[in-house]
């Protein structure tokens, strides 16, 4: 049982929580104590209730990913673990989730009780819905640095926000279009949403957000840089950041980005790209 747990749990998926260290690793206090820990334990409780909300996603999806050609090897499309079980599981982690934010501060608590909300709205409406479905998960992305910020007691700016906002745009469309490509002409019986996104749309929807996120990161790390008067650092991290989001156009273009976090970690042009975007970000905020 507790593999299947496990398996349930997609722990592989819970590399997406890193980005709650993205604005206290901006801000430069993950060499502090207190921050550190606090921000630590936001990703312990997003752990918990991506862990949740997967447990429910699933439950309700069942019927839907049996005639899915990989999501069937899922806990309870197999048979593995029941539906009721499975919801028991899902409560137990968003509950936890929960309890963990508000033990740390009540900023954060409030945080994940709406990303928990939303989560479940997605999973029961939202993701029925032509663009709110995108725009939802996008949004789960982004409450994921925002509960970093809230976790470590520091501010985010604006120009943060539109970066992650429109990044996570840009690879929620990837996965999409991976999506459709995949299931061809019975992505419709899968999820109805899948039917209703022409491949031209997807292309302008990830045109606009690398757009405005790739011009909102320039915008942002020439403005920085000289607030900060940190030399040209935030200016040379645009390099390795704009490489990445080509890369990953071209990707998305070849049919990949069906699982993100695969084509992040496997892809090495892409590897080597944000390894050295992290080195020269973290360079200019905690070295000069």
């Known amino acids: 049982m507790f593999a299947t747990l496990v398996k349930l749990a997609r722990p592989k998926q819970w590399a997406k929580n ?66 009721p079980a499975a919801q028991l599981f899902g409560n137990v982690c968003l509950a936890l989730a929960i309890v963990i934010g508000f033990l740390v501060n009540t900023n954060l608590g409030v945080t994940i009780a709406v990303y928990v909300a939303l989560t479940l709205a997605y999973t029961v409406r939202l993701k029925h819905e032509l663009v709110l479905d995108l725009v939802a998960v996008a949004a789960g992305f982004v409450l994921r640095t925002v509960a ?12 943060f926000l539109i970066v992650a906002g429109a990044g996570s745009l840009f690879i929620v469309t990837g996965k999409r279009g991976a999506e459709v490509a ?91 790209a944000g390894i050295a975007w992290i080195a020269i970000f973290a360079g200019a905020v905690y070295l000069t």
């Open 148 to 159: 970093g910020g809230a976790a470590a007691e520091v501010r985010i700016s604006t120009w």
């Open 182 to 272: 995949l299931l061809g002409a019975e992505a419709g019986g899968h999820r109805k949403t899948l039917s209703g996104y022409s491949n031209s749309y997807l292309l302008y929807v990830r045109a606009v957000s690398s757009t405005v996120a790739v011009l909102g990161y320039c915008l942002w790390a020439f403005q920085y840089s000289h607030q900060a008067g940190k030399a040209s650092w935030f200016e040379i991290s645009i390099v390795p950041f704009v490489i990445a989001i080509l890369r990953y156009a071209l990707l998305l273009d070849q049919g990949e980005g069906g699982a993100p976090e695969d084509v992040l970690l496997e892809d090495p042009v892409l590897l080597i």
């Open 18 to 83: 890193v980005l709650v260290f993205a604005a206290p690793g901006a801000a430069g206090v993950l060499t502090h104590g207190a921050p550190l820990l606090r921000t630590l334990a936001a990703f312990v409780a997003f752990c918990f209730a991506a862990t949740g909300t997967y447990a429910w996603n699933d439950a309700l999806d069942v019927e839907a990913d049996r005639a899915h050609p990989t999501k069937c090897n899922r806990p309870i499309a197999t048979g593995a673990i029941s539906v």
